[in-house]
């Protein structure tokens, strides 16, 4: 394949639902290793509370979703500040998920962090994707 095919299908975003979710799982993909990479090293490097680090690491992982997103998922609408907005808001409320999941996991049955992380990003994928398709890049 040649780099100016590449750049092209990077360029063309996908109009139908299925292919768009294709590539929101590969930016959702990479947003969850930003995200669980720095739930890592915040709990356990630095020994930082398990859902005060989950907050900190889901909200890097949002600013990296959110720029993937806009280049390679969704068209924007151009009105950049107003969709991150709404995404964010989104956003925050899978954060509410993914801490009470979270928490319920670990605090409550005893499941390992990380583990428990796995669990809430799989719960709140579709949350995300699917309010964020209608909410923030509909046409």
């Known amino acids: 394949m040649r780099i100016e095919n590449i750049k092209e299908f990077i ?6 639902t299925f292919h768009q979710f294709l590539r929101y799982l590969v930016a959702g993909g990479t947003a969850t290793l930003v995200d669980l990479s720095v739930l890592f090293v915040l709990y356990q490097f630095l020994h930082i509370n ?16 959110f720029t993937i997103n806009v280049l390679f998922v969704f068209e924007s609408s151009g009105r950049i500040k107003k969709e991150f907005i709404i995404f964010a808001s989104v956003g925050a409320i ?3 998920w993914t801490e009470l999941i979270l928490w319920s996991l670990s605090n409550k049955l005893g499941i390992p962090v990380m583990l428990a992380k796995i669990v809430a990003v799989i719960f709140v994928l579709f949350w995300n994707f699917f309010m964020r398709k209608k909410l923030v890049f509909r046409k």
């Open 94 to 96: 899978g954060l509410l």
């Open 11 to 16: 360029k063309k975003k996908p109009e139908d």
């Open 50 to 65: 398990h859902l005060v680090a989950a907050a900190v690491s889901y909200c890097c992982g949002i600013l990296t979703n």
